[in-house]
């Protein structure tokens, strides 16, 4: 099994962290062997355990799940879009490195995923392909920066760049819209603005008709099985179909460009899985855990494994290989 989405945390020293930015950039404080917190300025962010950033245990943990290999990228607060461009360059840099040598020791089980400076489209083009030839199998992308999304004429450039230059691209939502008092409790932010950040980066493409520009080799994967993409795609078309302030960027039906992307497969309900096969095609899911956060896929696999909604043929596709294809491991 090929797992996709899967995070990490290194050892960021409180002395990176301020170097950046003194109240935003992150930083890992380790409690004791079993507990570290991540950090913001003097703030806690949020509590972690230790394979985020100790391998060895990360692959102890995938012996017992049985997972072949995973393709570990940054904890999305990692990315410092609204920061100073040119010392967020230098970061992800140093970010990427770390990752590298997270994935040293078992160059057969880890794969990383680099992370670069989207608010400047050059520096950005400039590090993925400084950590492509470094070894990373690809990039992951917050789904937005600040009001840009996915359909601004920069990162549009940016995804051009990883296309010709066969970089494969996971957008993974981040910095949450409707985060004031409405979304306070619950983790709504996850389980409502989540699914809407992705959905409204792959729309953003569609309608925009940034696909139509796009060349078909750019290879694209949308976290959280795109969101609420799927579901509500028929909308999608519908508003097409009957306003022409909705077709008016965009020339084809909507649903007639989901052969552009893939998904990957963390939704969590057999039906929901079965749904998104059917609205993607199975070469175009690829198993995602979101490990090791308490909304991911606990028993990895398990959701495409167990079902028998999905078919022998359709089951090794997605678990294992659309993601040797898309990421071209060997
Ligand atoms: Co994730």
Redesign the pocket.
């Given at each position: 099994m090929i797992d996709i989405?899967a995070?990490i945390f290194p050892r960021i020293t409180q002395a990176e962290a301020y170097a950046l930015d003194p109240h935003q950039a992150p930083w890992l404080k380790v409690v004791d062997p079993d507990r570290g917190m991540i950090m913001r300025g003097t703030q806690e962010f949020r509590p972690v355990i230790p394979v985020l950033w100790d391998p060895e245990l990360r692959v102890a943990d995938m012996d017992r799940l049985g997972l072949d290999v995973q393709i570990i990228s940054a904890t999305?607060i990692m990315f410092g879009y609204a920061l100073d461009a040119s010392k967020v360059a230098d970061w992800a840099a140093r970010m990427n490195d770390l990752t590298l040598e997270y994935c040293a020791n078992h160059p057969g089980r880890l794969k990383a995923l680099a992370q670069v400076p989207l608010q400047d489209t050059e520096l950005a083009c400039r590090e993925a392909s400084r950590a492509q030839a470094a070894g990373h199998v690809g990039v992951q992308i917050g789904n937005h920066v600040g009001d840009r999304d996915l359909d601004d004429e920069q990162l549009v450039a940016f995804l051009h760049h990883c296309a010709v230059n066969d970089i494969p691209v996971l957008v993974?939502p981040w910095d949450m819209m409707g985060g004031g008092q409405r979304m306070r409790k619950w983790m709504l932010p996850w389980l409502v603005a989540m699914p809407a950040e992705t959905s409204l980066g792959i729309l953003s493409l569609i309608l925009s008709g940034a696909f139509e520009r796009l060349p078909r080799r750019l290879k694209l994967c949308f976290?959280?099985g795109g969101g609420a993409f799927a579901f509500t795609l028929g909308r999608a078309d519908n508003a097409w179909t009957y306003r022409d302030i909705v077709r008016q960027d965009c020339p084809n039906l909507p649903s007639s460009y989901v052969d552009r992307f893939s998904v990957d497969s963390a939704v969590f309900d057999p039906k929901a899985l079965r749904l998104l096969v059917d609205v993607m095609g199975s070469e175009r899911v690829m198993l995602g855990s979101?490990y090791p956060?308490p909304l991911?896929e606990q028993r990895i696999g398990a959701l495409v494994g167990d079902t028998d909604l999905l078919q022998a043929a359709e089951k090794q596709r997605i678990l294992v290989d659309n993601a040797k294809t898309f990421f071209n491991l060997s």
């Amino acid at each position: 099994m090929i797992d996709i989405h899967a995070h990490i945390f290194p050892r960021i020293t409180q002395a990176e962290a301020y170097a950046l930015d003194p109240h935003q950039a992150p930083w890992l404080k380790v409690v004791d062997p079993d507990r570290g917190m991540i950090m913001r300025g003097t703030q806690e962010f949020r509590p972690v355990i230790p394979v985020l950033w100790d391998p060895e245990l990360r692959v102890a943990d995938m012996d017992r799940l049985g997972l072949d290999v995973q393709i570990i990228s940054a904890t999305p607060i990692m990315f410092g879009y609204a920061l100073d461009a040119s010392k967020v360059a230098d970061w992800a840099a140093r970010m990427n490195d770390l990752t590298l040598e997270y994935c040293a020791n078992h160059p057969g089980r880890l794969k990383a995923l680099a992370q670069v400076p989207l608010q400047d489209t050059e520096l950005a083009c400039r590090e993925a392909s400084r950590a492509q030839a470094a070894g990373h199998v690809g990039v992951q992308i917050g789904n937005h920066v600040g009001d840009r999304d996915l359909d601004d004429e920069q990162l549009v450039a940016f995804l051009h760049h990883c296309a010709v230059n066969d970089i494969p691209v996971l957008v993974h939502p981040w910095d949450m819209m409707g985060g004031g008092q409405r979304m306070r409790k619950w983790m709504l932010p996850w389980l409502v603005a989540m699914p809407a950040e992705t959905s409204l980066g792959i729309l953003s493409l569609i309608l925009s008709g940034a696909f139509e520009r796009l060349p078909r080799r750019l290879k694209l994967c949308f976290a959280h099985g795109g969101g609420a993409f799927a579901f509500t795609l028929g909308r999608a078309d519908n508003a097409w179909t009957y306003r022409d302030i909705v077709r008016q960027d965009c020339p084809n039906l909507p649903s007639s460009y989901v052969d552009r992307f893939s998904v990957d497969s963390a939704v969590f309900d057999p039906k929901a899985l079965r749904l998104l096969v059917d609205v993607m095609g199975s070469e175009r899911v690829m198993l995602g855990s979101d490990y090791p956060y308490p909304l991911g896929e606990q028993r990895i696999g398990a959701l495409v494994g167990d079902t028998d909604l999905l078919q022998a043929a359709e089951k090794q596709r997605i678990l294992v290989d659309n993601a040797k294809t898309f990421f071209n491991l060997s």
